[in-house]
């Protein structure tokens, strides 16, 4: 037994918080965590969770129009942003207590606060010292924003989700996973978006021909999308705005949503009592194992800004508690990393872009279908899915797949598994398909893309 008040302190209770002191109390650990808003963290309350269900709402728009191709005619058909938000209101709430419970159940003390580091074992909050032999930063990140003449009017993604009522016209600024995705959420609900971006086009990073595909459906479906356009300022109009634009258009709107990155939540924190070295955007510095500058101080998740998403915060709170508190030194692996985009349509992708393979491999060779699903064809949508197999000529090692187009984050999940495995396109082409489905075509694409 040591003099600290605990085994471990962790201060964030989200995505990567939550699991390491759930595991580390499992493991027999004394266990504190620190929270200064609502236990289960941007992802359960401000981020995939609410933003999803936000997606499966909007989606009957399109679900109910689809319909009548099918042979229904439903009368009268309205739509109450209120009760949807009421509703995933209510089930945040729920998945709070599920979080508080998982928590308390495991002997984990949820201390209710903003925590800060006294000195490299101390921990501050409201005014009480804790004291743990370890402790782990797990404090996520937060929004964001470019200094723009006006931009005290804009809005979150953290408001956005919240909206007392829907706006008639809105601007998103951004290119990335949230601006898309929320693009889609509002575009789908009547909303008039025009989405400004600054690159060349949505989604930076990731495939070209996914962009590409992505950008084109968006468009169909309504969103006025404005590349290699940045807005100059922002001015309130009445109960307007008035958003000025390079090449000096003037836009009115009625909303501005700013999705234009987040930043690692780690000012404040007292790291430079404890000794902890942060990088020039704020990040934490940390090793392959997530341990910081400071020998018993740890941090992981959206805090070191490596990869952003919640599954990989889990991965590395996991490989901080078999490292740390169980002598397992292990690393979180970052090849192979599936994500999705639940844009309209949603994007499933893991492995290299093409870019990105014939970069590192070389000799590639590229697979790709567009075709209409089937679903679209009675319904009339034209919406079309793309699909796109990397492989490495050598080797016939299956570097990269993507897909834009319905369900694509759910077949993606099995396919980052084969890629996990190294599976060669000779063993996708020996899988069986299964028929009649859209999935079916990343085992049966027979001719490359000259
Ligand atoms: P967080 O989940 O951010 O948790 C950090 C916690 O620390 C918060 O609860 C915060 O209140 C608390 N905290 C901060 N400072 C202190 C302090 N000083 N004292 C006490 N507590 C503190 N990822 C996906 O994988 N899929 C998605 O679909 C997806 N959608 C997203 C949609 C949106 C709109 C956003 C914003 C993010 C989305 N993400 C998604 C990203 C995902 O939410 C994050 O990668 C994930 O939550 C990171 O987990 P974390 O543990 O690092 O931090
Ligand atoms: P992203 O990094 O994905 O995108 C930021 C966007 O803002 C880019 O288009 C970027 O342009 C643009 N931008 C940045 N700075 C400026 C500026 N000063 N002026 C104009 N445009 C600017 O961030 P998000 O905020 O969309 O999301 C944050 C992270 O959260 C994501 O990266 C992801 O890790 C995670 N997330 C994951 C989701 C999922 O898994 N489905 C969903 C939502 C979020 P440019 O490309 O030119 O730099």
Not at 114 to 120: I, N, V
Not at 162 to 190: C, K
Not at 400 to 425: N, R, Y
Request: aromatic content about 6%; some cysteine.
């Amino acid at each position: 037994m040591t003099a600290h008040d605990f085994d471990l302190i962790t201060l964030g209770a989200g995505s990567g918080g939550v699991r390491a002191s759930r595991l580390a109390a499992q493991a027999g650990r004394r266990v504190a965590v620190v929270e200064e808003s609502r236990v289960g963290g941007t992802c359960v309350m401000r981020g995939c969770v609410p933003k999803k269900l936000l997606v499966y709402g909007a989606h009957f728009a399109e679900d109910l129009t689809d319909s009548f191709g099918y042979g229904w005619s439903i009368e009268g058909l309205d739509f109450d942003w209120a009760r949807l938000v009421a509703a995933k209101n209510a089930e945040l709430n729920r998945l709070e207590g599920v979080y508080n419970r998982i928590l308390r159940d495991n002997g984990v003390t949820v201390i209710e606060g903003r925590g800060r580091l006294a000195d490299a074992h101390t921990v501050m909050v409201a005014g009480e010292a804790y004291t743990a032999d370890t402790i782990l930063i797990a404090t996520g990140g937060r929004p964001s924003l470019p200094d723009v003449p006006g931009i005290e009017h804009v809005v979150t993604s953290n408001e956005a989700l919240d909206l007392m009522q829907l706006p008639e016209r809105m601007v998103i600024v951004g290119g990335g996973y949230i601006a898309v995705e929320f693009a889609g959420i509002f575009n789908a609900l009547g909303v008039k978006v025009i989405q400004v971006l600054r690159g060349d086009t949505v989604l930076r990073g990731f495939d070209q021909d996914v962009r590409a595909a992505l950008a084109e459906e968006m468009v169909k479906k309504g969103v006025d999308l404005r590349c290699e356009t940045v807005v100059r300022s922002i001015e309130r109009a009445g109960r307007s705005y008035s958003v000025r634009l390079s090449g000096d258009e003037t836009i009115e709107t009625d909303l501005i949503l700013y999705a234009t990155g987040r930043s690692p939540n780690s000012a404040g924190l007292g790291l430079e009592s404890a000794g902890v070295a942060v990088d020039a955007n704020g990040a934490i510095v940390v090793d392959e194992y997530s341990r910081t500058s400071v020998e018993h101080i740890w941090a992981v998740g959206d805090v070191t800004d490596r990869v952003n998403l919640t599954p990989v915060a889990i991965g590395e709170a996991m490989a901080f508690v078999k490292t740390a508190l169980q002598g397992l030194p292990t690393a979180m692996a970052y090849d192979n990393i599936p994500s999705a985009v639940f844009s309209q349509p949603p994007i499933g992708t893991v492995g290299l872009t093409e870019a990105e393979a014939r970069q590192r491999h070389g000799c590639i060779d590229v697979y790709l279908s567009r075709f209409k699903p089937m679903r679209n064809i009675l319904a009339g949508r034209d919406e079309r899915t793309m699909m796109k197999l990397i492989v490495e000529r050598s080797s016939d090692r299956v570097l990269g797949v993507h897909m834009v187009g319905p369900d694509s984050p759910e077949i993606l999940q099995g396919f980052a598994v084969a890629l996990k495995c190294g599976a060669t396109k000779a063993q996708f082409d020996a899988t069986v398909g299964i028929h009649p489905s859209a999935a079916e075509e990343l085992v049966t694409m027979r001719d490359k893309r000259s």
